[in-house]
């Protein structure tokens, strides 16, 4: 069973950085496409980055396009999100997922119907 497990929310103010990190467990982790969504309370679940297994590849949701970076660290099993110019818009749960479905070493996943993995989030909150 694969597991999840996110870390470096916190509350911080408008204009500050956080890092997160997901540190994935009981897996191939080069094998597996990585994400982050976040949920703010009463909206859907929203995709954020992406990162193809070999890392060579990005996408990042249109709100958070130019602030925040993914990248991952196969030797470590972990995949990172660096957040810059934290808006109270960011305020959310962040969600670290994967799966292993992807058949080129380039495709990202972008959508919450093609991760089968979830952790159990981590909360930020962006004061203004």
């Known amino acids: 069973q694969v597991q999840l497990v996110e870390s470096g929310g916190g509350l911080v103010q408008a204009g500050d950085s956080l890092r997160l990190s997901c540190a994935a467990s009981?897996?191939?982790?080069?094998?597996?496409?990585m994400g982050w969504f976040r949920q703010a309370p009463g909206k859907e679940r929203e995709f954020v980055a992406g990162?193809?297994?070999?890392?060579?590849?990005?996408d990042y949701g249109d709100s958070v396009k130019g602030r925040f970076g993914i990248s991952r660290d196969n030797a470590k099993n972990t995949v990172y999100l660096q957040m810059n110019n934290l808006k109270p818009e960011d305020t959310a749960v962040y969600y670290c997922?994967?799966?292993?479905?992807?058949?080129?070493?380039?495709?990202?996943?972008?959508?919450?119907?093609?991760?089968?993995?979830w952790g159990q989030g981590t909360q930020v909150t962006v004061s203004s």
């Open positions: 997922a994967a799966d292993f479905r992807a058949t080129n070493p380039i495709v990202v996943f972008t959508t919450i119907y093609e991760y089968n993995y």
């Open positions: 009981r897996v191939t982790f080069s094998s597996y496409v």
């Open positions: 990162i193809s297994r070999s890392g060579g590849s990005t």
